[in-house]
């Protein structure tokens, strides 16, 4: 399993990003993934689940600003964040049964 997350950056305030996660040695299409999420100095927090069936799952934080999906032709799992606040900002990984990719960093200013 490898998971590789990509897309981060600095945006301001309000602003949009996309992540994605590049998966082989499995197909995504068959597992639950989710997006999780560190900032500085605190623990990991879960942010948004996506199920083998297509169900999504939000936190309520982030509910009506991100959107998870996946393009299971090229195996990948996407994050759209948009409406970007301060409070978003940490390193974000996907996910799959307690594996993690590298992250990718997502800074916002305000």
């Known amino acids: 399993v490898q998971l590789v997350e990509s897309g981060g950056g600095l945006v301001q305030a309000g602003g949009s990003l996309r992540l994605s996660c590049a998966a082989s040695?499995?197909?995504?299409?068959?597992?639950?993934l989710s997006w999780v999420r560190q900032a500085p100095g605190k623990g990991l927090e879960w942010v948004s689940s996506?199920?083998?069936?297509?169900?999504?799952y939000y936190k309520d934080s982030v509910k009506g600003r991100f959107t998870i999906s996946r393009d299971n032709i090229k195996n990948t799992l996407y994050l759209q964040m948009n409406s970007l606040k301060p409070e978003d900002t940490a390193v974000y990984y996907c996910?799959?049964?307690?594996?993690r990719g590298q992250g990718t960093q997502v800074t916002v200013s305000s």
């Open positions: 040695g499995f197909t995504i299409s068959s597992y639950s």
């Open positions: 996910s799959k049964s307690g594996s």
């Open positions: 996506i199920s083998s069936g297509g169900s999504t």
